[in-house]
């Protein structure tokens, strides 16, 4: 059974960095593409950052080009979401998905195995 765990969310003030982390277990398949949405109170969920399985491809929503940067290891089959120059905005519970396949996406019905999210919250 496919399992992703996120961790490192937390309160931050505006301008701060956080570092998130995706652990996967259970994959039968080495070649799986990752993914980071959120979701905002009263919002729906967004595509925030992908990355393919070789890491060759990233794509980022518009908000976060500049400010965040997805990567993964795949020896410790985890991906990363380091995010830099926090802003109120971009509070939300965070979630990692996974998907079969060796390219990126950024639609959340591609992916069929989600964790169940980490809250990050920007406030002064």
């Known amino acids: 059974q496919v399992q992703l765990v996120e961790s490192g969310g937390g309160l931050v003030q505006p301008g701060e960095s956080l570092r998130l982390s995706c652990a996967v277990s259970g994959h039968p398949h080495s070649n799986i593409a990752m993914a980071w949405f959120r979701q905002a109170p009263g919002k729906e969920r967004e595509f925030v950052a992908a990355?393919?399985?070789?890491?060759?491809?990233?794509n980022y929503a518009d908000s976060v080009k500049g400010r965040f940067t997805i990567s993964r290891d795949s020896a410790k089959n985890t991906a990363y979401l380091e995010m830099n120059n926090l802003g109120p905005e971009d509070t939300a519970v965070y979630y990692c998905a996974s998907r079969i396949n060796y390219y990126c996406s950024a639609f959340a019905d591609e992916f069929p195995d989600w964790g169940r999210g980490t809250q990050v919250t920007v406030s002064s």
């Open positions: 990355i393919n399985w070789s890491a060759v491809f990233r």
